[in-house]
């Protein structure tokens, strides 16, 4: 196959755009001639994530739709038709012969788009509850792919989430010691990760910082990423004590995972899919919007054995010193939670769904001709 040409459609969040870059990416190792143009917004992160990946970016106007079929959806036309049409000039500039979707303001503009023009629309969903550009978007195609068995979507075959290379290959045991040494911890020892995201989560840095003498006291190291803007307030330890890192932000997270035996973080879709990958028990702790729809991320390796659930609101130091500190105290239960972890992910999809794209774009081309 030569020069396939691919619109991704996945912008404004970083759950929308790390996947649709991972997908890219994988596509264009499986075929370096592939011309991948991402469509995007003003609003939200595309103009600062996606460049920064290598792919030309196409703006279109942003629509934001809302999350359920409502009344609210009935008063977006005008501005859909607009955004429409936005996107079928950018499938026409580029010949495109496939749309790529995760979801987001730009893909219900080009799921609509590319039906009018007859293109094949190939459908992402990561997370477990769908959005209701995907939802209606199921319906116009049978190439349907989510991150479990459990997303409910008309035609939906699980595979996970499309990860980056360094972390869906991630070997956490000979990374370790040169990811302790990076981040000041001990080669020894049980290393809770700590993190509440890209923008950080205050209940989670306070429950943790405030339990960090206890975790002191229990040979416990932290690796505590606080987040942009979060400041974290530790007390003094003695010399001899375990190590309480905090930092604002990590860069390259699979040597974050790699020191890391256990990890205390929100249950988002990449989230929940990295740590799956590289085997990283975890205790999750949903963020408590849009009707839980964290918890339902979190749910399917919580059930195999792989994780712990808390509520935001159960979330104190207490908490951790009663029910945390045993697991990390406990090198045999913190190993069998890694293996169920593991069992429980996936690390192929970028390449399952790239593949099924290229696929898309034979079979277009075979019917034309």
């Not at 995760?102 to 293109?119: D, E, I, N, T």
């Not at 978007?137 to 190439?143: E, G, K, S």
């Not at 987040?227 to 003094?236: S, T």
């Amino acid at each position: 196959m030569t020069a396939p040409r691919v619109v991704v459609a996945g912008g404004h969040s970083a759950g929308h755009i790390e996947p649709t870059m991972n997908f890219a990416d994988a596509l264009r190792r499986l075929e370096p001639t592939a011309e991948i143009t991402a469509l995007g917004t003003v609003r939200g992160l595309d103009t600062t994530l996606i460049p920064a990946r290598g792919y030309p970016l196409e703006l279109i106007p942003p629509v934001p739709l809302p999350r359920t079929l409502s009344r609210a959806l009935l008063r977006t036309p005008g501005r859909l038709h607009h955004s429409v049409l936005a996107a079928a000039a950018v499938l026409d500039r580029v010949r495109a012969e496939v749309v790529v979707g995760f979801g987001g303001y730009v893909a219900m503009p080009a799921y609509l788009a590319a039906r009018k023009q007859g293109l094949p629309i190939v459908i992402h969903e990561a997370n477990a509850r769908p959005g209701v550009a995907n939802r209606l978007a199921a319906r116009m195609t049978t190439h349907v792919f989510t991150a479990s068995p459990n997303v409910r979507l008309a035609h939906a075959t699980a595979i996970g989430i499309p990860l980056r290379p360094a972390i869906a290959g991630l070997d956490r045991p000979a990374l370790r010691d040169a990811a302790r040494q990076r981040f000041g911890l001990r080669p020894g020892g049980p290393v809770l990760m700590v993190t509440g995201g890209s923008q950080g989560a205050k209940a989670i840095n306070a429950a943790v910082s405030g339990a960090a003498s206890a975790l002191r006291a229990n040979g416990v190291q932290v690796l505590h990423i606080t987040g942009p803007g979060h400041v974290v307030e530790v007390p003094d330890g003695d010399p001899a004590d375990p190590p309480y890192v905090v930092i604002p932000y990590v860069d390259q997270m699979q040597y974050a995972y790699a020191a890391a035996d256990f990890a205390i973080c929100r249950s988002g879709a990449m989230t929940c899919a990295e740590l799956a990958a590289v085997g990283l028990p975890a205790a999750y702790v949903p963020l408590p919007l849009r009707g839980g729809e964290q918890r339902l991320n979190a749910e399917p390796v919580v059930a195999t054995g792989g994780a712990l659930l808390v509520d935001d609101a159960d979330l104190d130091p207490a908490w951790i010193e009663t029910t945390l500190i045993p697991v990390l105290t406990d090198p045999e239960r913190i190993a069998a939670m890694s293996g169920r972890a593991s069992a429980a992910g996936a690390a192929d999809a970028d390449v399952v769904l790239a593949r099924h794209v290229l696929t898309a774009v034979a079979e277009r081309r075979g019917f034309a001709s």
